[in-house]
């Protein structure tokens, strides 16, 4: 397990964090395809708090993207750098996931994160804040659709509608499981969103939510319950 530091000059007002986001969305790349789908590795990447003890946990866990066996893991703990304020979210987890992904043994390849990238009311979610700071090709699968309009998709695995703020497609609400409510992808870095779904849906053979999530939620929870963290 790894310490996390957080970085001189992290923002510490919402004012501050705003600022730092409009600074590096122009660095977004959008016109590269990103990995092809089922080769090399991708990590999950996600994080799980504890208030109260003002304590947070990341995981990263690197999947073959062939096979999805688990190649490699790390976890990071720390102090929470920033409160919760919705849109600012990545201020209080990347450099909990930084750490995390330091800590791997091997190059993580595309990571997914448990957000949104694009599919932001700032267009600068985590997952593109993540990918500009690392240049890994990232992208966003979230449970919900934030406060993005989108039609429901059809019920088959694979169907697809876009994640509309007003006329402009942030990203699509995919559906993994046949008849199961849809998972909502968008842009982080360096990918497109046509490549972005077809990495989910690929990484959800079985389940709603890619393995990516599923093995670093559970991954980041178990270490959280049982660390003593002590600054």
Known sequence: MTSVRIPAGWPATEEQARAVQDELRGRVVLDEPGPPPGTGRVTGVDVAYDDERDVVVAAAVVLDAATLDVVAESTAVGRVSF??????????????????????????????????????????????????????????????????????PGAPRGSSSPLLAGQEEVGRALRTQEGIKPVFVSVGHRVTLDNACSHTLRLAPRFRLPETTRRADALCRKVLKATEYVV
């Open 83 to 152: 409160p919760y304020v919705p849109g600012l979210l990545a201020f209080r987890e990347i450099p909990a996931v930084l750490a995390a992904l330091d800590a791997l043994p091997c190059e993580p390849g595309l990571v997914v994160c448990d957000g949104y990238g694009l599919a932001h009311p700032r267009r600068f979610g985590l997952a593109s804040h993540l990918g500009v700071l690392t240049g890994l090709p990232v992208i966003g699968v979230a449970k919900n659709p934030f406060t993005f309009a989108y039609e429901e």
